[in-house]
């Protein structure tokens, strides 16, 4: 059984940076051959995919976030984070980590981060 656990802050002021935290068991991060996926859920909307890390470690964004994402990962910990950067409130919402590349299998049960100041 593999299990999804995000950590970060719930309230990050405008122009930081976002990070939070995926721990993940039950499945190797680095070596299971799976890849791993950030997606998020504004209030009162739908499900918005922010990007990805593969299992040789190699990225993938959403072209609307790219230019303010970075996944990566700690493999010695079988973590893998997002840091989004100069955050605004639209940024305000319910954060998943994800386990599969299109569709998932695995969730985390989602940290709400507020953007406000």
């Known amino acids: 059984q593999v299990q999804l656990q995000e950590s970060g802050p719930d309230l990050v002021k405008p122009s930081q940076t976002l990070d939070l935290r995926c721990s993940v068991s039950?499945?190797?991060?680095?070596?299971?051959?799976?890849?791993w996926s950030w997606i998020r859920q504004p209030p009162g909307k739908g499900l918005e995919w922010i990007g990805r890390?593969?299992?040789?470690?190699?990225?993938d964004y959403s072209p609307s976030l790219k230019s303010r994402t970075s996944i990566s990962r700690d493999s010695s910990k079988n973590q893998f984070t997002l840091q989004l950067r100069s955050v605004t409130p639209a940024d305000t919402a319910a954060y998943y980590c994800a386990k599969g590349f299109f569709t998932y299998d695995y969730w985390g049960q989602g940290t709400q981060v507020t953007v406000s100041s």
């Open positions: 039950g499945a190797s991060i680095a070596t299971d051959g799976y890849y």
């Open positions: 890390i593969g299992p040789s470690g190699t990225t």
